[in-house]
Each structure stands twice: as C-alpha cells, then as structure tokens.
C-alpha cells in the first residue's frame, strides 16, 4: 500500500512538472534536463532562458493558496538546490560564473504560479 501510494504521488508529480515544462516552453525557455538528482539532492527542471541557467522547483497542494505552495520550498529544500545546482555546474564543467537563477512554480488546485528567482544563492 505505501508503494503505491509513493508511486501515485510520483505520478502527480510528473503530471505538474510537465504542465510546468509546457508553459517554460511557451515562454522560449530551453528544457536541458528533467529530475536531476544526487546525493544531496534534486532539482526538478534546469532550463535556459536568455543568458540564464534556470533551476526549477515544481510544487502543488490540492488545497490552499499558491502562496502555500511557495512556502513548501523550505529553508533546507533551497540549500539542497543550491548543492546540487552547484554540483551540476562542476559536473558540466561550467564553473560558477555562469548566470544562474532558482525559480518556484507551483500549482495549487487550477491555479499557477511562476516566480522567477525566487532565491539566491550565488
């Protein structure tokens, strides 16, 4: 029963972040990779827009407001993306000048909400 439960909220999962990979798209960004994970963590779209390399975090609830949702991405959930987005720097060996910003989008019930940086970290 966990399993599948696990499996179910993956599979939502996946659903949101292809709706988020639609509207990126929509919006001229460039999709490099999906769910890219390590030890430290994961991120789930890295994109490029323009000059910048754009890590995306997708997030939903069922209920509440999309402002809920933001708040999902915790203190310790933006230091894991900042460990990984810098390990995938090293690993392509673009080293950490390249123009980098952390967006949030999340989905709450219909609604979306695209906040472009949404934190710092470099």
């Keep these: 029963m966990a399993g599948e439960k696990k499996q179910n909220q993956r599979q939502i999962g996946t659903a949101y972040e292809d709706k988020a990979v639609l509207f990126l798209r929509q919006k001229d960004f460039q999709i490099l990779e999906r769910n890219v994970s390590w030890r ?5 779209i890295v994109a490029r827009d323009g000059a910048y390399l754009v890590f ?12 809920d949702v933001l708040e999902m991405v915790t203190p310790e959930k933006r230091r894991r993306m900042i460990k990984t987005a810098r390990w995938y720097l ?3 060996k673009l080293g950490e000048q390249t123009p980098c910003r952390f967006d ?8 979306m909400i695209h906040i472009k940086n949404a934190f710092d970290a470099f």
């Design 90 to 92: 090293y690993q392509r």
């Design 40 to 44: 430290q963590g994961e991120i789930d």
């Design 56 to 67: 995306v975090e997708v997030k939903s609830r069922k209920s509440g407001s999309v402002g």
């Design 104 to 111: 949030v989008i999340g989905f709450c019930g219909g609604e």
